[in-house]
């Protein structure tokens, strides 16, 4: 039987918020468009503190490098139970990269206050810490109600993809701040990874954040005088 598929969802804040709220994400989180990384005007929707960012970005030579060069040395990832410092998914279904993107914002730092009781997210989270990471993945796998929320939300995109086309060429990856640090965390790695400290007073949008992480995947395009420099970038904070 071929790996499930599913269609790869835009990453916008009316897709985005519509399947947080499916899940089961308490309607005072948002998540806004990001204009910019640098003009504070352009940023000034935003409200503050930024909890987690939501990003999709082309998978470039020089990213492809720099992520083989950081797992090739990684044995598989072995965390679980409560004092696992973040909750990460592998990523077992194909094209699920914003939707598990989504998951690793949500259910980790702040944002995990903000699940409603009860909800599809809160059976997700919960099921997920006592978990390894392939029974975890499993668990996401066979998850209907992860499944049907995933496919409600297809419908609200600009321009509807196809099924067959795979990724594109793309990657989703969130960064959230967790007790202190910024972890990037997407499924397709060998596991979560810290990427430093952050203060108290720095959020997962501060310039610190963006340079220890975003902003690390633009630079290593322009260091090799490569001009891809497409992304999209959605925050999740408090409802404006």
């Not at 519509?18 to 994400?25: F, P, R, Y």
């Not at 279904?93 to 944002?111: D, E, K, R, T, Y």
């Not at 975890?136 to 995933?150: G, Q, T, V």
Request: proline share 7%; aromatic share 6%.
């Amino acid at each position: 039987m071929s790996p499930k598929t599913w269609v790869m969802l835009e990453n916008n804040p009316v897709v985005m918020n519509q399947l947080a709220a499916s899940l089961g994400l308490s309607p005072d989180l948002a998540f806004h468009d990001v204009w910019s990384l640098d003009e504070p005007d352009l940023m000034a929707h935003i409200p503050r503190p930024v909890l987690a960012l939501l990003v999709i970005l082309p998978l470039t030579p020089a990213w492809k490098k720099d992520r083989r060069d950081e797992d090739a040395e990684k044995a598989d990832y072995e965390g679980y139970g409560p004092e696992e410092p973040v909750i990460w998914f592998k990523q077992t279904i194909g094209n699920a990269c914003g939707s598990i993107g989504l998951l690793h914002c949500a259910v980790n730092g702040a944002a995990a206050d903000f699940i409603q009781p009860g909800s599809d997210l809160d059976v997700i989270r919960r099921g997920a810490i006592p978990l390894k990471m392939n029974e975890r993945a499993d668990m996401l796998y066979n998850s209907i109600p992860f499944e049907e929320a995933h496919n409600s939300c297809v419908p609200l995109g600009d321009t509807l993809a196809a099924k067959n086309e795979g990724h594109l060429g793309q990657h989703f990856v969130a960064f959230v701040k967790v007790d202190g640090r910024l972890w990037e965390l997407e499924g397709s790695r060998k596991g979560p990874i810290d990427r430093g400290i952050l203060a108290d007073d720095e959020d997962a949008l501060s310039p610190r954040a963006l340079d220890l992480g975003f902003r690390r995947v633009i630079r290593l395009e322009q260091e090799v005088g490569g001009n891809d420099l497409r992304f999209s970038c959605i925050a999740l904070s408090r409802k404006a």
